[in-house]
C-alpha cells in the first residue's frame, strides 16, 4: 500500500483510521488543524507500531493551506495508496440561531474540502497502482433534518458526490467509498447526544474502532456505501421510503424531545 493520507486525524474517527492502516504496516500521512495533538498521535503510532508516520498541519477550511499542503506532498513525491477524508464540522441549532460564519466554515469544511482534496489527490496515485478514496458522509445524509440542517445537506452533498465519481472512474483503479456512520461516542458532547436520544441512541451507537476496521475493509473492496450496524441499516432504508416532508417533521418534534434531555 502506498501512503494512506487521512484528515482530522488527531482525535476520534481520524485517530481510529490511522491505528487500523498503522497496525496494518501501512505507510500514513497525518493532517489537522491541532498540532500539538497531531504530533502525538503521530508520535504514539511510530511507538506502537513501529511504521513509517508523518504529520503535516493543515487547515482544511483554507484553500490556500489546502494548495500548500498538497504541494508539500508533491514536493516529497509522496504517492498516495489511499485518501480518507474525516475532517468535518457539526453545528446545531435552529437557522435563526446560527452565526452566519458557523455555516460558512461547515460548507468549507465539509464540502469544499473534501471536494478539493479528492481532486487533488489524484494527482499523487502511482500510476499502476489502485488509489482508493474514503469520504465521511453520516447517516443524517438519508433525510433531511431539522435543527442539524446545514450538517445533513453538506453530508447528503458529500454521499451524491462520491457516487458520482465513483461512476467517472470505473475501471480506472480509483474507487470512492462513502462511509455513513451513525453515533459514535468520539467525546463528552457526542457521548451526551447520545444519552439524550434514549434507547435509539444506544441501539445505532457504534464503537469509534470498530467503525473504522468496518469502512477500511469495504474501501480496499471497493464498496459504494457503508452503513456500520444493522438498525442503521434499516433506518435508513425507511428513510429511502418515506416522503422527505413528513420525515422531516418527524425529525423535528423528535429533536425537540431529546435536546430536551441534554445537560445545561
Known sequence: MNTVIITGAAGGLGKAFAQACAARGWPVLLTDLDEARLQAA?????????????????????????????????????????????????????????????????????????????????????????????????????????????????????????????????????????????????NQPCIDSIASQGIMGLLTTRNVGDVAEYALKAALRGRSVVIPGFINRAMSWCAALMPKDLLASLIRRRWEVTRGRMPV
Open 42 to 186: 503521530a508520535a504514539g503510532l511510530r511507538r506502537q507500531y513501529g511504521t513509517e508516520v508523518d504529520s503535516l498541519v493543515c487547515d482544511m477550511t483554507d484553500s490556500s493551506q489546502r494548495a500548500a499542503f498538497w504541494q508539500a506532498l508533491a514536493s516529497r513525491h509522496l504517492r498516495a495508496g489511499m485518501l480518507i477524508n474525516v475532517a468535518g464540522l457539526d453545528v446545531e441549532g435552529a437557522m435563526k440561531d446560527i452565526e452566519p460564519e458557523k455555516l460558512i466554515i461547515l460548507l468549507r469544511l465539509n464540502i469544499e474540502g473534501t471536494v478539493d482534496n479528492m481532486r487533488r489527490v489524484l494527482d499523487l496515485r502511482a500510476a499502476t497502482e489502485p488509489l482508493h478514496i474514503l469520504n465521511v458522509s453520516s447517516c443524517a445524509s438519508f433525510q433531511p433534518m431539522p435543527i442539524k440542517a446545514a450538517y445533513a445537506a453538506s453530508k447528503r452533498f458529500l454521499l451524491d458526490f462520491s457516487r458520482a465519481v465513483r461512476a467517472e472512474m470505473k475501471g480506472s483503479g480509483i474507487t470512492v467509498t462513502s462511509l455513513c456512520p451513525s453515533g459514535m461516542p468520539t
